[in-house]
């Protein structure tokens, strides 16, 4: 049993602690973490997704140089995980990043969506896993030593 614990689940469960565990609140964490063991395709396609969604809206804006062009850019990449439909018919959202009126509530969200991330929990399992792959080996070489 440790065998199969350290060469199968063990790396399964190292690869899992490397997820950036960036939520807000650490039961979103919790879950992502579990629907990555759950499926590991759906967590690299929804990764992929990500990189791709990120890399188009920068795309998208690339050729604007208004000042508030950067929060845009900056709201709209950390709001993926939010369904969003921007409509370009009305000129609302050309208007926000546009009109001087707007250049207080474009940093004051920006800084909202992006808060500092914490590592702690990644750091702690990685360092868990490190200890118990250790024991492990520890355990079944002195057991081999001394049969």
Sequence with gaps: MPYVFSSW??????????????????????????????????????LILTVLNG?????RFSGMTYPNTYYAVKILAG?????????????????????PQNEGWWPLMTKLIHYEH?????AFAS??????????????RSDRIFT
Aim: glycine share 4%; no cysteine; charged share 10%.
């Design 118 to 122: 914490t590592w702690s929990i990644a």
């Design 79 to 99: 709001l993926q995980q939010s369904p969003l439909h921007l409509s370009e018919e009305d000129g609302l959202l050309a208007s926000l990043i546009v009109l």
């Design 9 to 46: 689940l063990l790396p399964w469960l190292a690869l899992i602690s490397q997820l950036p565990f960036g939520a807000k609140y650490r039961l979103d964490n919790v879950i992502a973490m579990l629907l990555t063991i759950g499926s590991p395709v759906l967590a690299a396609y929804s």
């Design 55 to 59: 890399y188009h809206v920068a795309r």
């Design 127 to 140: 360092i868990a896993w490190v200890v118990v792959a250790y024991m492990l080996t520890v355990l079944y």
